[in-house]
């Protein structure tokens, strides 16, 4: 009978990688007993708990022992790789040993150690080498009346192709996936290989990762999107009872489980395109579907045969085995998103009941059976022929049961022993091949490599030969592929690239068939870089002999990167380990002039780095090699098409002066036509993969051709954006004329143009409002109808117009509520053109959000660079609504709720976090009328007990005379109070419309002194003259800011000088 049981799942957190701790992450994890709480950084008080069968802590409270492992320091939380052996590890075996398939898989996002526990590090050995060599162990201790047979297999799977790492042949396609009725799915044509002892296998392990790492390299595949599976078959053969237990023993290690944003990939045209995700995202679907069934809902169909991937596991998940899921999960607050969906994940996995079996099976029956069979297949073709009856398909039907019993009797009748034997022949050749190598090198015996001391012996030479050696390691993206293959640089010459005839045979984008040359002599080495072949040294590019120094970084082509280790006699005991694959690619963008100081992470008093910005650095350096595989494979596809890495919002602002948020995009560039095109991240990865196809198809001699729709390289022309200005709308508040000439800068700060804007306050009709008609208190405004004027008047040394023939510009803007953004006409090839357009925008009923909005917020002007072929920008007014005057209308209450209908959650949370935001400074404003009330009660309060002392003091004088000075007086205090406060108004008035134009001159100066960058030249007069010329920036800006002040200071001393003496007077 099945033995129904549910999926077993576990949840493993790892300690803070080293971007985490420089990004000032904190934990949002928690375990307690087998249950696992997330906390949402944004809203700390929104928890999560998940229940799973096992709960491991590996985040703190470890050290490192004298051997290397990591274990606990004290403390009984942690979990190492022993506990989860004990744990999962003893489980799988014994499993194996009852006779149950068994299948362990890790699951994750990049980096969230699932290697680190499938296979580990160092002396923390994972699972998959613990299980090997411990079934090893019990099967010594068995016994004799029993046969053990352990096969091994080790494949990879990426975007639908299987290929078997232990192969030395690579299939064009791929291995395919065949179904047989008794064995279900399997892989046609993989190597599976007999072992009889551990070392065996940690060789085929090793081998593999070599394969693994090489076919990365000349794929240009990343190994976090691909599938490893290890497979090892384990047969019990008792031969007093004729009985033979097999059991499958499934390791996988899933690709990396990030959520594909929406944004930009989303716009792709070609988002289906590639099949990298269909494996994860199918056993998504299993997962979902099982989960269902076991909860009692109707499902009419699994998916299994949607992908390769779910082909295989379809015993694993559902089927005959015992399984168990790890689910590796980041601690850090960054990574929220990620963990919480892979605890959902493995969430639904618990839920899937599996229906195990024992594989129990009388070998000698089934023969008997099978030879039977096949006597009666031949019986019926033997009639068919004599008939003569043309029964071609089921003449065909009946051999292929024939041939396929014939393979089952052939593989259960062949000795293991004789397998096996034929096994160590081909560790024989290898062996042999080894040793020639070995002896060649002149440091050892050829009688010192007998056979059955192979594996130690090789790595003990290849021990002698790194201390005796220069040698190159090589660096991966997944450090469970890092320092995998080793280069030995021997005395001599020696010549690196894709020739055969090479010392060093290298395969990968941009390696040519000679593509460089090692000189070791005299103890030094030195690297000389074939003619047009792209070196790179520590960073920095190369053209001729360069003599390298211990632990240099060397990159070859385009994405083969190597430590190199130098003579025995320069070496140190720095730590090697921090020369990993981030080591590599910030070096790269340092010598391209990004860091993280340039991004502006050093900004908060604590010195700690934003994490949004850091985490764009580290987004670039994941890029880069990408970039540089990209700009290869259309070199050598002759797209002429470049590629660069840009940093959107670098140093752009939004429309109230605060940083943008920053993203890495691509701009990629025409050769021949000088066209541009601007993709996201998401849209960029996407097409890297698809490349990836149709470079694959290139390499392997096949038709590359594809129509114009279907080429990740092409996509139609577009409107790009160019650069942004910000106008402030202040003035407005004021009702104050403003006149703007101000640079229109592009993401990276650098001045693209020049744009004129006026801003004019003015009457329904258009008339222009003059000074009169200022305001002191934008709150004069409250309630009333305001209308005010944009004027783009023109546009100078436009530099998107110098780079190429057939472009034009459009300039765009869009203010408060408007629900899309205005444009002006398009204006083609001129530098310096003049535009000349005016809108009339008009507020019926002007609210505190608007009034707020025009004394804090900008008008932000955008530059978009128009070309030959594109789309241009709808200029009209259609779909705003207007005025009957035919002006555009903005505060309107109707066109906000219209908005925020069509709004989707996420910016329905935004909008309302906004209305806060207004709510709160309505609320200061409410203050501050307040506070000034209370000043003018308590004015009036005063007065009112003079008026009565002053009454009582002449209440004994005629009525005639009271009457008269009563007339005076009133006479008076109009002449002294209101004429005077008119004057003040105005005085005041006169005094603000300078301070705003003094404090527009201050804002440019400011703008251009942020903006002055230092030269990237290391030129000591260069960098004089710059010093120079920033220091007098600097002193005009102080000068300037210091008599606008005191200018004002000045005239506000005046005026509040003159009310005081007219109060006095009035008084006496």
């Known amino acids: 009978m099945p033995n129904v049981d549910s999926v077993k799942v576990a949840v493993r957190v790892r300690p803070f990688s080293q971007r985490e701790k420089d990004a000032g992450s904190k934990c949002v994890i928690s375990m ?170 940690e060789r085929l392990m090793e081998q593999g990762n070599k394969m693994r790492t090489t076919a990365r390299t000349t794929m240009n595949a990343t190994s976090s999107r691909s599938h490893m599976v290890i497979t090892v078959r384990f047969k019990q053969i008792f031969l007093d009872e004729a009985i033979t237990k097999e059991s499958i023993i499934n390791l996988v290690d899933l690709a990396g489980s990030e959520r594909q944003k929406s944004s930009g990939s989303e716009k792709d045209r070609l988002k289906e395109g590639t099949r990298v995700n269909l494996s994860l995202t199918t056993l998504g679907n299993v997962i979902s579907a099982l989960a269902d069934v076991a909860t009692g809902k109707k499902v009419l169909h699994i998916p299994y045969r949607d992908s390769v991937l779910t082909k295989l596991l379809q015993s694993a998940l559902g089927g005959n085995s015992r399984t168990i899921m790890i689910a590796a999960v980041s601690p850090a607050d960054i990574c929220y998103e990620e963990t919480l969906s892979t605890l959902r994940y493995a969430e639904r996995t618990k839920k899937i009941r599996n229906k195990a079996v024992v594989n129990a099976s009388p070998t000698e029956k089934l023969i008997r059976e099978l030879k039977a069979e096949n006597n009666h297949l031949l019986s019926r073709l033997a009639g068919l022929g004599n008939a003569g009856t043309l029964v071609a398909d089921g003449t065909q039907e009946q051999r292929c049961l024939l041939a396929e019993n014939e393979r089952w009797i052939e593989s259960a009748q062949v000795a293991w022993e ?58 991966n993206e997944d450090p469970q592929l890092s320092w995998v293959v080793k280069h030995f640089i021997q005395d001599g010459s020696c010549d690196v690239g894709q020739s055969a005839s090479n010392a060093i045979i290298l395969r990968g984008l941009g390696i040519l068939d000679k593509h460089a040359t090692f000189t070791n002599a005299d103890g030094k080495v030195t690297l000389t870089p074939g003619d047009k072949c792209k070196v790179t040294v520590n960073g920095v590019p190369i053209t001729g002999k360069t003599k390298l120094q ?79 595989e990209v700009n290869q494979m259309s070199e050598e596809l002759k797209k002429d098409l470049t590629f660069e890495l840009k940093v959107k919002n670098l140093a752009s602002s939004d429309s109230r002066g605060y940083d943008l948020q920053k993203e890495i995009i691509v701009k990629v560039t025409h050769v021949t036509t000088n066209q541009v095109w601007v993709w996201s991240k998401a849209k960029f990865v996407n097409r890297k993969l698809l490349m990836e196809e149709l470079y694959q198809r290139f390499r392997e001699g096949g038709d590359t051709h594809v129509n114009q729709d279907s080429d990740p390289f092409w996509d139609p022309v577009e409107v790009v954006h160019v650069g942004s200005a910000h106008v402030w709308l202040q003035s407005l508040a004021y009702c104050v004329q403003l006149e703007e000439q101000t640079e229109l800068l592009n993401s990276e700060g650098l001045e693209e143009a020049v744009v004129l804007v006026n801003l004019s306050p003015c009457s329904r009709d258009g008339r222009i409002l003059g000074e009169d008609d200022m305001v002191i208190d934008p709150l004069e405004l409250l309630g009333r109808r305001v209308d005010f004027q944009i004027r783009i008047v023109e546009c100078l040394g436009v530099k998107w117009l110098q780079d190429a023939a057939g472009r034009g510009i459009q300039i765009g803007y869009r203010v408060y509520d408007l629900s899309r953004s205005l444009y002006t006409k398009p204006i083609w090839k001129n530098m310096n053109p003049k535009i000349e357009e005016t809108v009339h925008f008009s507020a019926l009923n002007a609210s505190y959000e608007f009034l707020n909005y025009l004394q804090k917020n900008a008008l932000i002007v ?97 009525p005639t005379n009271a009457v008269k000075m009563k007339q005076s007086l009133s006479l008076r205090e109009s002449e002294t109070i209101c004429s005077p406060r008119t004057s003040c108004d105005a005085e005041f008035a006169k005094a603000l419309k300078i301070f705003y134009q003094n404090m527009n001159v201050v804002r440019q100066q400011f703008l251009q002194l942020k903006h002055f960058r230092p030269p990237q030249e290391d030129n000591l007069q260069i960098l004089r003259l710059f010093t120079e010329r920033r220091s007098q920036l600097i002193n005009n800006f102080g000068k300037q800011l210091e008599s606008t002040i005191c200018k004002l200071k000045s005239d506000v001393a005046v005026i509040v000088k003159k009310k005081q003496e007219y109060i006095a007077c009035s008084r006496s």
Not at 451 to 460: D, F, G, H, N, Q
């Open 32 to 201: 307690n007993s087998n249950s696992t709480s997330i906390y949402d950084p944004r809203n700390p008080g929104h928890m999560k708990t998940f229940t799973f069968d096992l709960a491991y802590w590996s985040h703190s409270g470890f050290l490192k022992d004298t051997n290397g492992m990591l274990v606990s320091a004290g403390s009984n939380n942690y979990a190492g790789q022993r506990e989860v052996f004990r744990d999962f590890g003893e489980g799988v075996l014994e499993n194996a040993w009852q006779g149950y398939n068994a299948t362990l898989v890790a699951y994750g996002q990049t980096g969230s150690g699932k290697s680190y526990s499938m296979i580990g590090y160092g002396a923390n050995r994972g699972i998959v080498p613990v299980v090997c060599e411990e079934l090893f162990k019990a099967i010594q201790n068995q016994e004799k009346n029993k046969q053990y047979q352990i096969a091994f297999s080790m494949l990879e799977i990426y975007n639908e192709q299987v290929t078997d790492l232990l192969s030395k042949t690579k299939k064009p396609g791929g291995l395919k996936i065949r179904e047989d009725q008794q064995q279900g799915f399997y892989v046609d044509g993989l190597r599976l290989v007999p072992c009889d002892n551990y070392a065996q296998i």
């Open 418 to 475: 004789a397998r096996l034997e034929e096994a160590r022949g081909e560790w024989e050749q290898q062996y042999a091949a080894a040793a020639q190598v070995f002896v060649k090198a002149g440091s050892v015996d050829m009688n010192q490599l007998a056979m059955p001391k192979y594996v130690s012996r090789r790595l003990a030479h290849e021990r002698r030969m790194m201390e005796t050696f220069p040698y190159l390691l090589n660096i």
């Open 550 to 628: 211990h632990l240099d970084r060397v990159i070859l082509g385009s994405n083969s990167a190597f430590l190199y280790v130098g003579p025995p006699a320069e070496r140190t005991d720095e730590d090697m380990s921090r020369y990993d694959y981030d080591f590599f690619q910030s070096e790269l963008a340092a010598a391209e002039g990004l860091s993280v100081d340039k991004l502006g992470a050093a900004g908060s008093k604590d010195s700690r780095a934003d994490p949004s910005v850091l985490a764009v650095f580290h987004d670039y350096i994941k890029l880069m090699p990408l970039v540089a």
């Open 862 to 958: 955008d530059l978009w660079g128009l070309q030959e072929g594109c789309t241009e920008m709808d200029y009209s007014l259609d779909g705003l609504l207007l005025t009957p005057e035919g002006t555009v209308m903005v505060d309107n209450p109707k066109a906000l709720t219209a908005n925020d209908a069509s709004l989707d959650t996420a910016n329905y949370m935004s909008e309302l976090y906004q209305k806060l935001l207004h709510m709160e400074e309505e609320m200061e404003l409410l203050r501050e009328i307040n506070k000034a009330l209370r000043e003018e009660n308590l004015l009036l309060k005063n007065k009112l007990q003079w008026d009565t002392r002053h009454h009582a003091k002449t209440k004994s004088e005629s």
